[in-house]
């Protein structure tokens, strides 16, 4: 299956759920519209967790609903800076490519289309949720102070 990612010229901000144990910085550095999806909207954050002494980079790849905020799959990689790029384009195909691909699995064994499991997935996620949510879905916008934070870490590794 073919499916690209486009990287817009400005980054995309948007929920993302995240928790109290979570470190993650809720940015959606890219984002794409999944055509068998109706065109749902999926995003990738990109983001660093933790630099270790020497150098080497903890980045978690989530692949997140952006409607909703829900988090649909996710992968962490522990890589040197002069790999970053490779690897977390890379990782970014992959992880877009298992879920399509979970996805579409899924649709053919229960006889359904690709949607109707996508939902069912995203309901499900909600069920799992405590019944009084916290207050950790966050939006960024340009005016959030958080937000400038969070493309410094992603662009200049700092802090």
Do not use: C
């Not at 699995?105 to 997935?121: K, R």
Request: hydrophobic share 40%; glycine share 4%.
């Amino acid at each position: 299956m073919n499916f690209k990612v486009y990287i817009g010229d400005e980054i995309y901000l948007a929920y993302i759920w995240t928790n109290d144990q979570t470190k993650y910085t809720p940015v959606v550095l890219k984002s794409a519209k999944i055509p068998t999806l109706e065109n749902k909207q999926i995003g990738l954050a990109n983001i660093l967790r933790e630099k270790k002494a020497d150098g080497t980079l903890n980045i978690v790849i989530l692949l997140v609903d952006i409607q909703t905020g829900v988090v649909l799959e996710g992968s962490e990689i522990w890589i040197k800076p002069e790999q970053k790029e490779q690897e977390v384009k890379r990782i970014d195909t992959e992880v877009i490519d298992r879920y399509i691909h979970m996805l579409i699995d899924n649709a053919l064994e229960f006889h359904l289309t690709t949607e109707e499991v996508y939902q069912a997935l995203v309901d499900d996620f909600y069920k799992s949720l405590p019944e009084k949510r916290p207050d950790t879905i966050l939006k960024l916008d340009p005016d959030d102070p958080m937000t400038e934070k969070a493309i410094k870490q992603w662009t200049g590794w700092t802090e």
